[in-house]
């Protein structure tokens, strides 16, 4: 058994009084079909509507998530609004301008279910700025420590994960390594300690870049909670840990890749100057999903097809598709893609073992259902289709 990149430090570092032994998912021999898909049945059992109210109208969703038991957040038109669940418009969040109690949000917002609140990168200023769901400015953030760039990958409760970048890692060409110490690192947003510090296995690494341009924004850290427990990732590696509160944690899966494959250090290269053209070409694995029961891989494929990957923690099955999922539970709409931070139609965002999908509303009536929703039109809100994954 091979344990990729940073599993054997981690484990060292925290040493289980039993032993455990985490599950490998090989994937390596896998044999990829062209249009594969899977069906909804096999992960879900039943799919529900929410139906939004007109009094905002939305443009591309960048995000749907609950906020607490009786309402959830859309971001949207570079605002965030509130609705209620079952698709009452209650309130925006901030407005868009440069005043204090205003933001102007480019990207995704991430939000605090636990501690009610909402973080917003305010992308004319160099700090977060922290709304809570009435609209109430609770605080912000610094975007900069020192020469650290901080970005912000999620929260665990009352813990915040920062993924960190140096600020001016390409100002030496010749040599180069955008990340420090640690890749990303925990603190508590109320006393600020820091309580885990994820281990860089390239800290000491560096290479020539060609593009002294080139600058890194967001993070690679996939992370998210499921069965009462938190989970983490970082993309182009290949171990999944699940933790309570960063001082347990534990790896949970490996993933067994084809080679040659672009792992973290490869990636790290081909994206930012030095491109690794041995294996950029081949296998990449990106995003990761890991909900109450199923683990989702996404990967790139010989560097132009996208393929899925699903495993059943249950069964142990593997199932691979490019990206639909056929609805064959009420035959009403397909899911094109189940990953959020892709552009496209019917992406989803999943909470609470549930994937909530936008549906275009001219979609809808292209199909001929629109008879399913009472006045809808070609001006109407995305339809919100929920779909309760089994447990």
């Given at each position: 058994m091979?344990?990729?990149?940073?599993?054997?430090?981690?484990?060292?570092?925290?040493?289980?009084?039993n032993?455990?032994?985490?599950t490998?998912?090989?994937?390596?021999?896998i044999?990829?079909?062209?249009?594969a898909?899977?069906?909804?049945?096999?992960?879900?059992?039943?799919?529900s509507?929410?139906?939004?109210s007109?009094?905002?109208?939305?443009?591309?969703?960048?995000?749907?998530?609950?906020?607490?038991?009786?309402h959830?957040v859309?971001f949207?038109?570079?605002?965030?609004?509130?609705?209620?669940?079952?698709?009452?418009?209650?309130n925006?969040?901030f407005?868009?301008?440069?005043?204090?109690?205003?933001?102007?949000?480019?990207?995704?917002?991430?939000?605090?279910?636990?501690?009610?609140?909402?973080?917003?990168d305010?992308?004319v200023?160099?700090?977060?700025?922290?709304?809570?769901g009435?609209?109430?400015?609770?605080?912000?953030?610094?975007?900069?420590?020192?020469?650290?760039?901080?970005?912000t990958?999620g929260?665990?409760?009352?813990?915040?994960?920062?993924?960190?970048?140096?600020?001016?890692?390409?100002?030496n060409?010749?040599?180069?390594n955008?990340?420090?110490?640690?890749?990303?690192?925990?603190?508590n947003i109320?006393?600020?300690?820091?309580?885990?510090k994820?281990?860089n296995?390239?800290?000491?690494?560096?290479?020539?870049?060609?593009?002294?341009?080139?600058?890194?924004t967001?993070?690679?850290?996939?992370?998210?909670r499921?069965?009462?427990?938190?989970?983490?990732?970082?993309?182009d590696?290949?171990?999944?840990?699940?933790?309570?509160?960063?001082?347990d944690i534990?790896?949970?899966y490996?993933?067994?890749?084809?080679?040659?494959?672009?792992?973290?250090l490869?990636?790290?290269?081909?994206?930012?100057?030095?491109?690794?053209?041995?294996?950029?070409?081949?296998?990449?694995?990106?995003?990761?999903?890991?909900?109450?029961?199923?683990?989702?891989?996404?990967?790139?494929?010989?560097?132009?097809?996208?393929?899925?990957?699903?495993?059943?923690?249950?069964?142990?099955?593997?199932?691979?598709?490019?990206?639909?999922?056929?609805?064959?539970?009420?035959g009403?709409?397909?899911?094109?893609?189940?990953w959020?931070?892709?552009?496209?139609?019917?992406?989803?965002?999943?909470?609470?073992?549930k994937?909530?999908?936008?549906?275009?509303?001219?979609?809808i009536?292209?199909?001929?259902?629109a008879?399913?929703?009472?006045?809808?039109?070609?001006?109407?809100?995305?339809?919100?289709?929920?779909?309760?994954?089994?447990?």
């Open positions: 091979i344990i990729i990149n940073t599993s054997v430090s981690v484990l060292a570092q925290n040493k289980q009084a032993s455990y032994s985490p490998i998912i090989d994937i390596s021999n044999k990829l079909v062209k249009d898909t899977i069906k909804l049945s096999d992960i879900a059992d039943s799919v509507y929410i139906t939004l007109k009094n905002v109208l939305l443009g591309e969703i960048g995000l749907i998530k609950p906020i607490d038991d009786k959830f859309i949207s038109n570079q605002t965030v609004y509130r609705y209620t669940n079952g698709g009452k418009y209650v925006r969040l407005s868009s301008g440069r005043a204090a109690n205003e933001a102007v949000c480019l990207s995704q917002p991430i939000v605090n279910r636990e501690r009610n609140f909402i973080l917003v305010d992308n200023s160099t700090y977060n700025k922290m709304f809570s009435d609209g109430k400015l609770l605080g912000r953030n610094d975007k900069t420590r020192e020469t650290i760039a901080l970005y990958a929260y665990a409760d009352n813990l915040e994960v920062i993924w960190l970048v140096k600020s001016n890692w390409y100002a060409a010749e040599k180069c955008p990340f420090t110490k640690s890749i990303f690192e925990v603190r109320e006393s600020k300690e820091i309580v885990y994820h281990p296995p390239y800290y000491n690494y560096s290479y020539k870049i060609n593009n002294k341009g080139s600058s890194y967001g993070n690679d850290v996939c992370m998210g499921s069965n009462n427990s938190y989970w983490f990732k970082i993309k590696m290949d171990t999944v840990f699940t933790t309570t509160n960063f001082k534990k790896v949970k490996i993933i067994k890749t084809p080679e040659p494959k672009l792992d973290f490869a990636n790290m290269k081909h994206r930012y100057g030095a491109l690794d053209r041995s294996k950029s070409q081949y296998f990449r694995n990106k995003e990761t999903l890991l909900t109450e029961r199923y683990l989702f891989l996404d990967f790139l494929f010989r560097g132009f097809y996208t393929y899925n990957c699903c495993y059943d923690t249950k069964t142990k099955k593997l199932s691979f598709f490019e990206s639909k999922i056929i609805n064959d539970i009420d009403f709409c397909d899911i094109e893609n189940i959020s931070t892709q552009f496209g139609s019917d992406k989803a965002f999943y909470a609470d073992n994937l909530y999908v936008p549906i275009d509303a001219i979609k009536i292209d199909a001929g259902k008879k399913k929703f009472p006045g809808l039109t070609e001006d109407s809100n995305p339809i919100i289709m929920v779909v309760h994954l089994k447990k």
